[in-house]
Antibody
Framework: EVQLVESGGGLVQPGGSLRLSCAASGFTFSSYSMNWVRQAPGKGLEWVSYISSGGSPTYYADSVKGRFTISRDNAKNSLFLQMSSLRAGDTAVYYC??????????WGQGTLVTVSS | IQLTQSPSSLSASVGDRVTITCRASQAISNYLAWYQQKPGKAPKLLIYAASTLQSGVPSRFSGSGSGTDFTLTISSLQPEDFATYYCQQFKSYPLTFGGGTKVGIK
């Protein structure tokens, strides 16, 4: 079964840092580009970052550029999102998603990041 | 590229035909996907390339359109279809989503 499982979310103070992980199983992780997307409470979906199958290139939404870093470890079937200088506006459920031609499938179950003092 | 979904919400009955539209601010060919999201769950892919049904998705779901105007249709609404639906463009980064359409029970 193709599966993605996020971890690493939690409560962090404004200005703090957090590292999210996404563990992949059931498919050849190194063959797929991956994305992070987030959803603020009660709001819609916002793409955050992209990484190609080999680790380069990477892309970021303007809202996180310079603060977030996407990376992957193909040997460990894992995707990461290093988040720093966190703001209240970064509070959201963060999902990782596998990119297939023309869509994302599947998505992980999500991990909640709350930025608050 | 901005995606505008309409309506933002609707109420319908089981068995109804439901149509949701998604308009792109510029032409995106057929680079459009549709997702279903239920409360507390991750989005699920329904349709990609504007009209291709993802494996395992019931045939009552269909998609159409090209260029700037797209449609998701549920031919006969079932109880498990009450959810929020999002369109997403794959033409260029930053990838963007429509604002969502919440399908509720009448």
């Amino acid at each position: 079964e193709v599966q993605l499982v996020e971890s690493g979310g939690g409560l962090v103070q404004p200005g703090g840092s957090l590292r999210l992980s996404c563990a992949a199983s059931g498919f050849t992780f190194s063959s797929y580009s991956m994305n992070w997307v987030r959803q603020a409470p009660g709001k819609g979906l916002e793409w955050v970052s992209y990484i190609s199958s080999g680790g380069s290139p990477t892309y970021y939404a303007d809202s996180v550029k310079g603060r977030f870093t996407i990376s992957r470890d193909n040997a460990k079937n894992s995707l990461f999102l290093q988040m720093s200088s966190l703001r209240a506006g970064d509070t959201a459920v963060y999902y990782c998603a596998r990119e297939i031609p023309g869509a994302w499938d599947p998505w992980g179950q999500g991990t909640l990041v709350t930025v608050s003092s | 590229i901005q995606l505008t979904q309409s309506p933002s919400s609707l109420s319908a009955s089981v068995g109804d035909r439901v149509t949701i539209t998604c308009r792109a601010s510029q032409a995106i060919s057929n680079y459009l996907a549709w997702y279903q999201q239920k409360p507390g769950k991750a989005p699920k892919l329904l349709i990609y390339a504007a009209s291709t049904l993802q494996s395992g998705v019931p045939s009552r779901f269909s998609g159409s359109g090209s260029g700037t105007d797209f449609t998701l249709t549920i031919s006969s609404l079932q109880p498990e279809d009450f959810a929020t639906y999002y369109c997403q463009q794959f033409k260029s980064y930053p990838l963007t989503f429509g604002g969502g359409t919440k399908v509720g029970i009448k």
